[in-house]
């Protein structure tokens, strides 16, 4: 079965440093997405992505972070000077429509990001 | 603003022993309920999804309804290996959020041989 893969599976930077997490979603998926999951805490939106651009962001998704599909294959999300806050477990999915009932969105297993 | 509340935090059975798990929620204009299960270290995996009060969904020891307000998870004759964090979430009919999901809290199942 087709799965959504993330790379590297635990990313150790330091403060201020910038961080590239990668994605390769389902091959036929449209829609792209982040959601981040504090240790602990309930797994929590940060953007949507269709057609090359953000169809949504939510209010954790600032101006530190970006995203990106520069190929067909690959999306990337980037935060470009971290804080400690930014510790997390990152979550990559897709779906082929926008979610709905006949369009479940598929999760990858995740970076586990630790800024130092 | 949409919200899932999720019921027992925490749920220990014995093998065999059915129970149901809760999610109440409020979204205005409900396009899907969906429910996840969660290992540790994991992420989600997709289980069900509903769309319209009265529905319910089947798989293998788990059955998903749906009304109104709230949808259960029941699991029958759990085994040790449906131990997982299970996660309801909904996604609102809105023009500007149309696939954002809100997640609960999740339930801790642990079933104990």
């Known amino acids: 079965e087709p799965e959504v893969t993330q790379t590297p599976s635990h990313q150790v930077t330091q403060m201020g440093q910038e961080v590239i997490l990668r994605c390769v979603p389902i091959?036929?998926?449209?829609?792209f997405y982040w959601y981040r999951q504090i240790l602990g805490q309930k797994v929590e939106f940060l953007v949507s992505?269709?057609?090359?651009?953000?169809?949504?962001k939510s209010e954790i998704f600032d101006d530190q972070f970006s995203v990106e599909r520069p190929d067909g294959s690959n999306f990337t999300l980037k935060i470009r000077s971290t804080k400690l806050e930014d510790s997390a477990m990152y979550f990559c999915a897709s779906s082929y429509l926008s979610g709905g009932p006949n369009s479940p969105l598929h999760f990858g297993n995740g970076t586990r990001l630790t800024v130092t | 603003e949409d919200q899932v509340t999720q019921s027992p935090e925490a749920l220990r059975l014995q093998e065999g022993e059915s129970s149901s798990l809760n999610c109440s929620y409020t979204?205005?204009?409900?396009?899907?309920l969906f429910w996840y299960r969660q290992d540790p270290g994991k992420g989600p995996e997709f289980l069900f999804t509903l769309y319209s009060a009265g529905e319910e969904k089947e798989k293998e020891r788990l059955k998903a309804t749906l009304t109104k307000k709230e949808s259960f998870l029941h699991i029958t004759a759990p085994k040790p290996e449906d131990s997982a964090t299970y996660l309801c979430?909904?996604?609102?009919?809105?023009?500007?959020?149309?696939?954002?999901?809100?997640f609960g809290e999740g339930t801790q199942l642990t079933v104990n041989p």
């Open positions: 979204v205005s204009g409900l396009r899907g």
């Open positions: 992505f269709y057609n090359n651009e953000i169809s949504e």
């Open positions: 091959s036929n998926h449209l829609y």
């Open positions: 979430a909904v996604q609102a009919a809105k023009e500007t959020s149309g696939s954002r999901l809100t």
